[in-house]
C-alpha cells in the first residue's frame, strides 16, 4: 500500500509521469488487484484511484485505459460493497466518459448495468455527481434515451435536481437535457413526473431564476426547451414564453461569456424554430436582433481552461458566428417584417457569402440556414440576394458529401430559383445563365433520383422553378438530363408532393406556343402516355387538376393540338372532367376545351366540329345552365373565399365555348360583359387575375385580354404578365410579382405563402385564392397602424 | 437628497463585479473575532449586523464563520449550545486545519499527500494550484538552503508546469532567481519567502477544498456594511454610521 500511495502522489497531476508509468505497463497490474477479490479493499481502492489519475492526464492516457479494458473491469468493481472502492471506480469512470471519445457502448453491453447505476445513485453525494455525468455522456441515441427512460432514470434524477450540491445539480440538468432531446415519449414522461408534488417543469424553472448562475439557468433553460419541442410543453405556455425564451435571450447579451451566448443563441434557435409567435416574441425582446448582429463581428480565437490542465483552442469568431446565423435563420422563418429587420443587419450579405466559402462546416450549415431563411422573401430574392454573389458558394457547397448541408442548400437553391421576372427583365437572366454554368441542372437531377424523400422533392422543386419562363435551351437541357425514363418514376412517386412538382416541371416545359409544339414533337408521344397514366391512376383532385392543366397547354400549340384530337380517348376523358364533381377539374377541362376550338387559329373549325360530334356542346350547355344554381353553390361551397372568382371564371368560359358557332359575336358579348359593371372594373380586373390562377387558363383566355381593350395601354400591360403568371404553377408568388409596385406589403404577404410552402408541403391552389382576403387584411393592417 | 442623478438606476452589475468592488474594504479577522465573542456572550449587542440583515439566521452565520475558519472546538461547543447544525461533517475541518498547519509549517509535500488522500481528483483537476503546491515547496527547498535538492525539484517537477503554461513559467523563474542571492530575503523577491505566501497557498488550497468562495458569510455582510458606509460617506449623507464593528457601535445621526 505504501508503495501505492508513493505511486499515487507522484502521479496525481503529473502527466509525464501517467506517460512514464502506462509505457511501463503498469495499466494491466492495477486492473489485476482492481479485479482480485482477494487483495484487500484498500490496495483495490487505491488502484482504482491511480487508474482515476492516469485518466485525467492527456487524450492518449484516456485512450490507453479505454484499449486496456478498464471500463468494464470497473463497472464490474461497482458491485462491490464497500463505498469508497465504488466512488474510486465510479470518479474513474465519470473522467474516461469525460473524455473525447467516452467508451458509451460498455453502458449498455451488459442489460443489468443501467439498473445498478440508477440503483446506486442515492448512495453519496459522490455518487450522484459521477452517474448523472456517467449518463449525460453515453446518451448519444434514441435508444440510449429509451432505455435510460425505461429503468426508471427519470424518477431517480428528479429528486437531485433540488439538490443542494450544485455539482450534482449541473449534470443532473444535462442528463435531462439528453434524456429528452427530440424524443417525444421521454419528453412527455419527463414533463409529467413530480417530485414531492412538484412537476418537472416547475422544478427546472426554479432553476431558472437569476440568483443561480448563469450556467445552470442555460442548463435548465436547455432542458424546457428540449421538452418543448419534444412536444411535452405547449409553446405558448407561461413556461416556455415567459420564462425559458426571456432567460435564452438574457444568455444572448454581452454581459455573459461567449460560451454562454453561443449556447443561448443556438437554443433560442431551435426553441422559436418552428413557432411563428414566439419568432414573433424573440423579435422584439431586448434588442436580439442587434445582439446576434454583434456576433458577426467578432474576430479573435481565444483559448479557455488555461487554468485545467487540458487546453482547448475555441474559435470564438466561428462559433459566435455559426450561432447568430442559426438564430437569424428561425427568427425569420415566418415572417417578412423581421426578415427585413434582420436584412438590416450591417453587411450581413456579405458575412453569409464569405461564411458560405468558410473551412468549417458549422459555419457553412449556419450560413445556409439563414440563406434559405432569408430567401423566403421575395423582396429580398430580387433585390438583395440579386446584388450578391450567393450562387458561387452556395453552388459549391451542394458538391460537398454533409447531408445536413445538402438538404438546406438544396431548399435554398429552391428558392433562389424561382425566377419572377415577368419578361426579359436585364439582370436576371444572366444569373440563371451562371447557375447552369455552375451545373445547377445535374445537381439537381442528382437529387431528383435520390433515394430520401426530401431530397428528391428539393431537386424536383428547383427544376420546376428553374424550367419556368426558360429559354428552349435550357428546357431541353432539363429533359435530357433528367430522361423521360425518371419523369415516369417520379410521376409513380408514393409522395404526393412529388408527383405534383413532377407534373408542375412538365407544365412550366410546355409554356409558350412555339416551345409547346417545339417539345410535343420530339417527346409528345411519353408525355401523352404520362398524362394518360395519371388520369387514369388514382390520384388526388389536385394531381389531376395539374394533369388536365398539362393538357390545355398541349392544346395551345400549333401542331400539339393534334395530340389530343387524335386522341379520342383522351377526348373522352376531357369530356368526363367537364362534368366531374369537382369544380376545379370541370374548369381545367373546360380550359383545355376551349383551348382546342379557338377560332382564330388553323383548322379551328375541323376541330369544333369533331367536338360537337362528340357532344361537347351539349355539355357545355348543361353546365351554363347548371352554373346558375347549382354549379354557382357549388362553387361558392368550395370555398368562399374564392367563390367571385370561380364564378365569374366558369360563366365566362362557358360562355365563350357557347359563342364557338357564333363567330365575332362571341367578343361582342364578352366586351359587353365587362362594359356592365364600369364601377367594379379595377376590381374585376384583379378578379380576372385571381381566376386566372385558378384556372391555370393558357393563352385562350389571355388572347382574349389582348384582343379586348386596344384603348387602354396600361391594363393591356397589365395582361400581359397575366400570361406569364398563368404558367407558374404558383401563380400567388408571380402574381405578387405583378402587383409589386402598387402593393409592396401585400405582395410580401402572398410570397411568404409560397415559400412556406416550399418548406412544408404545398397545396398550392389553395393559396393563390387568398387574394379576396386582400382587402380585409389591408384594413387589419391599417387599423393596427392607427 | 437625490440619488437619481449621481447613480444609474437601471446598472447591471455581474456578481463578479461586485465582489471586486467588495474586495476593497476588509474587515480583519480580529474585528470578527471580537464581534463573534460580543455575540456568544452577550447575545444581543450587535443586533443591527446579525438580526436585521439576516433576520434570525444569526446563529447559522456563527457556524458557518466557524466552520470556514476552522475553529472546530468552538464549532462543537457551538453546535452544542445553539442547536445549529454544521453544514458540512465537522472531523472533515480536522482534515482541512490538519492541511493548513502542514502548509503553513512548510511541509508540503505531507500536505500534498494529505489532499491527495482525502480528494484525490483535486490536484490533477486544478493544475494550477498543484503547481502553487510544488512552488511552495520548492521556495521551502531554497529557505533551507538546500540548492541541488532545489535544483533538482525543479527540472524534475517543475519543468513540466512551465511547458504547459506561460503564465506558470514566469512564477517558476521568480522563485528560482532566488536561488541567485546571497540573502534571498532581501532581495526583490523575497516576498516569496515571507510567511504570508504560505498563508496564501493555504488559503488558495482551503478555498480549493471547500470547492466555493471560502469567505465567511460574515464577513461578506461586513463587507457589504461598511462598503455601503463608505459610499454613503463619499456623498455626505448624514445617517447612523457604525463606527465600531467589534462591538456594533453606532453613531449619533447629526455628527456625520
Known amino acids: ?786 | 437628497m437625490n440619488f437619481g442623478s449621481s447613480v444609474e438606476k437601471l446598472e447591471e452589475v455581474s456578481k463578479e463585479e461586485w465582489t471586486e468592488r467588495l474586495g476593497d474594504v476588509h474587515p480583519t479577522r480580529t474585528e470578527m473575532n471580537k464581534l463573534i465573542m460580543n455575540y456568544l456572550v452577550t447575545g444581543n449587542s450587535n443586533k443591527l449586523i446579525m438580526n436585521y440583515l439576516v433576520t434570525g439566521n444569526s446563529n447559522k452565520l456563527i457556524m458557518n464563520y466557524l466552520v470556514t475558519e476552522g475553529f472546530k472546538e468552538a464549532a462543537e461547543k457551538f453546535r452544542v449550545e445553539s442547536g445549529v447544525q454544521p453544514s458540512i461533517d465537522l472531523d472533515q475541518l480536522d482534515e482541512r486545519i490538519k492541511i493548513r498547519e502542514a502548509i503553513q509549517c512548510g511541509k508540503i509535500e505531507e500536505a500534498i499527500a494529505l489532499v491527495n488522500n482525502l480528494h484525490p481528483e483535486l490536484l490533477d483537476n486544478d493544475r494550477y494550484l498543484y503547481f502553487h503546491l510544488q512552488q511552495q515547496h520548492l521556495i521551502e527547498l531554497i529557505r533551507d538552503k538546500h540548492v541541488e535538492a532545489a535544483l533538482e525539484y525543479a527540472q524534475t517537477h517543475l519543468s513540466e508546469r512551465g511547458e504547459e503554461n506561460p503564465e506558470i513559467l514566469s512564477e517558476l523563474e521568480r522563485t528560482l532567481a532566488l536561488l541567485a542571492f546571497e540573502n534571498p530575503e532581501d532581495s526583490p523577491f523575497g516576498e516569496l519567502l515571507h510567511p504570508s505566501q504560505r498563508q496564501k497557498v493555504a488559503s488558495e488550497l482551503n478555498a480549493a477544498i471547500l470547492e466555493t468562495d471560502s469567505t465567511p458569510n460574515l464577513a461578506n455582510l461586513l463587507k457589504l456594511l461598511l462598503w455601503s458606509q463608505e459610499e454613503l460617506d463619499k456623498r455626505k449623507v448624514k445617517y447612523p454610521r457604525m463606527t465600531d464593528i467589534a462591538t456594533a457601535t453606532i453613531e449619533d445621526t447629526k455628527s456625520s
Not at chain 1, 485518466?55 to 463505498?83: Q, R, W, Y
Not at chain 1, 450561432?323 to 415566418?334: D, M, T, V
Request: with cysteine; glycine share 4%.
Open chain 1, 1 to 786: 500500500i505504501t508503495v501505492n500511495r508513493q505511486m499515487k502522489n507522484c502521479v496525481i497531476g503529473n502527466n509525464r509521469q501517467k506517460t512514464l508509468l502506462i509505457d511501463q505497463g503498469v495499466i494491466p497490474r492495477l486492473l489485476q488487484w482492481v479485479i482480485d477479490d482477494d487483495v484487500s479493499i484498500e490496495l483495490r481502492t487505491e488502484a482504482a484511484i491511480i487508474l482515476g489519475s492516469l485518466a485525467k492526464g492527456t487524450e492518449d492516457h484516456a485512450n490507453s485505459l479505454i484499449e486496456s479494458g478498464c471500463v468494464s473491469v470497473l463497472l464490474k468493481g461497482l458491485l462491490n460493497s464497500s463505498l469508497p472502492f465504488v466512488e474510486a471506480c465510479l470518479r474513474c469512470l465519470r473522467t474516461l466518459f469525460l473524455s473525447p471519445s467516452p467508451p458509451e457502448e460498455h453502458i449498455y453491453q451488459d442489460a443489468t448495468i443501467v439498473p445498478h447505476l440508477i440503483n446506486i445513485i442515492s448512495k453519496s453525494i459522490c455518487t450522484q455527481e459521477c452517474i448523472t455525468t456517467i449518463f449525460a455522456n453515453c446518451c448519444k441515441t434514441t435508444d440510449d434515451q429509451n432505455t435510460l427512460c425505461g429503468n426508471g432514470a427519470i424518477a431517480a434524477l428528479a429528486p437531485l435536481l433540488n439538490s443542494p450540491t450544485y455539482k450534482v445539480q449541473m449534470p443532473t440538468l444535462k442528463c435531462f437535457a439528453v434524456l429528452c432531446y427530440k424524443n417525444e415519449t421521454v419528453s412527455k414522461t419527463t414533463a409529467t413526473a413530480t417530485y414531492n408534488g412538484e412537476a418537472i417543469p416547475t422544478l427546472l424553472v426554479k432553476l431558472l431564476a437569476r440568483d443561480k448562475t448563469s450556467e445552470m439557468q442555460m442548463a435548465a433553460a436547455k432542458c424546457l426547451t428540449y421538452l418543448c419541442r419534444g412536444g411535452a410543453l405547449p409553446p405558448r405556455s407561461n413556461i416556455i414564453l415567459m420564462k425559458t425564451l426571456p432567460t435564452l435571450i438574457r444568455m444572448c447579451k454581452k454581459d455573459r461569456t461567449l460560451g454562454e451566448n453561443v449556447e443561448g443563441a443556438e437554443t433560442l434557435a431551435y426553441l422559436i424554430e418552428e413557432d411563428a409567435e414566439l419568432q414573433q416574441v424573440a423579435s422584439i425582446s431586448d434588442h436580439i436582433i442587434k445582439t446576434l448582429a454583434d456576433y458577426l463581428r467578432y474576430t479573435d480565437v481565444q483559448q479557455i481552461n488555461s487554468r485545467l490542465s487540458q487546453r482547448k483552442v475555441v474559435n470564438w469568431s466561428n462559433e459566435l458566428k455559426q450561432a447568430a446565423f442559426r438564430a437569424f435563420a428561425s427568427l425569420g422563418a415566418n415572417d417578412e417584417e423581421i426578415r427585413k429587420r434582420i436584412i438590416e443587419t450591417e453587411n450581413l450579405m456579405e458575412h453569409i457569402v464569405t461564411a458560405l466559402s468558410s473551412t468549417d462546416i458549422k459555419v457553412q450549415v449556419g450560413a445556409a440556414r439563414c440563406l434559405h431563411s432569408l430567401s423566403r422573401s421575395v423582396q429580398q430574392l430580387r433585390t438583395t440576394f440579386h446584388d450578391h454573389a450567393v450562387w458561387k458558394p452556395l453552388m459549391n457547397l451542394m458538391s460537398k458529401e454533409s447531408e445536413e448541408l445538402l438538404a438546406v442548400t438544396s431548399s435554398t437553391l429552391c428558392n433562389l430559383l424561382l425566377e419572377f421576372s415577368p419578361g426579359k427583365e436585364v439582370g436576371i437572366q444572366p444569373r440563371q445563365k451562371t447557375i447552369l454554368e455552375l451545373g445547377a441542372i445535374s445537381i439537381l437531377v442528382k437529387l431528383a433520383c435520390k433515394t430520401e424523400v426530401s431530397m428528391r422533392l428539393n431537386g424536383i422543386w428547383g427544376l420546376m422553378n428553374m424550367a419556368f419562363q426558360a429559354d428552349i435551351n435550357v428546357k431541353t437541357q432539363i429533359i435530357e438530363a433528367i430522361g423521360t425514363e425518371q419523369l415516369f418514376k417520379l410521376l409513380s412517386d408514393s409522395n404526393p408532393l412529388i408527383v405534383m412538382k413532377t407534373l408542375g416541371l412538365i407544365r412550366n416545359l410546355l409554356s409558350s406556343k412555339q416551345h409547346i409544339d417545339q417539345l410535343m414533337k420530339i417527346y409528345g408521344t411519353q408525355i401523352m402516355q404520362a398524362v394518360v397514366f395519371i388520369l387514369e391512376g388514382d390520384h388526388m383532385v389536385e394531381i389531376k387538376e395539374q394533369t388536365l392543366c398539362i393538357l390545355t397547354n398541349v392544346a395551345d400549340g400549333d401542331e400539339a393540338k393534334g395530340f389530343i384530337m387524335e386522341n379520342e380517348d383522351v377526348l373522352k376523358k376531357l369530356m368526363t372532367y367537364m362534368v366531374h364533381t369537382d369544380v376545379k377539374l370541370q374548369i381545367s377541362a373546360t380550359s383545355c376545351i376551349s383551348n382546342l376550338v379557338w377560332n382564330e387559329e388553323e383548322g379551328a373549325y375541323n376541330r369544333q366540329s369533331k367536338l360537337r360530334e362528340l357532344g361537347v356542346q351539349k355539355l357545355l350547355q348543361q353546365l351554363l345552365s347548371a352554373s346558375d344554381p347549382v354549379l354557382f353553390d357549388k362553387v361558392y361551397m368550395y370555398d368562399k373565399k374564392v367563390s367571385q372568382g370561380f364564378d365569374v371564371g366558369i360563366e365566362e368560359i362557358v360562355m365563350k365555348m357557347l359563342q364557338v358557332d357564333a363567330g365575332e359575336i362571341y367578343f361582342i358579348v364578352l366586351s359587353e360583359c365587362i362594359k356592365n359593371t364600369p364601377k367594379d372594373k379595377p376590381r374585376q380586373q384583379n378578379r380576372h387575375i385571381n381566376h386566372a390562377h385558378i384556372n391555370f387558363d393558357t393563352f385562350a383566355t389571355t388572347t382574349k385580354y389582348q384582343n379586348t381593350p386596344k384603348d387602354k395601354p396600361r391594363q393591356q400591360n397589365r395582361h400581359i404578365n397575366h400570361v406569364h403568371i398563368n404558367f407558374d404553377t404558383f401563380a400567388t408568388t408571380a402574381k405578387c410579382h405583378n402587383t409589386l409596385k402598387d402593393k409592396t406589403r401585400q405582395q410580401t404577404r402572398y410570397i411568404n405563402h409560397a415559400h412556406i410552402n416550399f418548406d412544408t408541403y404545398a397545396t398550392t391552389t389553395k393559396y393563390q385564392n387568398t387574394p379576396k382576403d386582400k382587402t380585409g387584411q389591408q384594413n387589419r393592417q391599417l387599423s393596427k397602424n392607427y
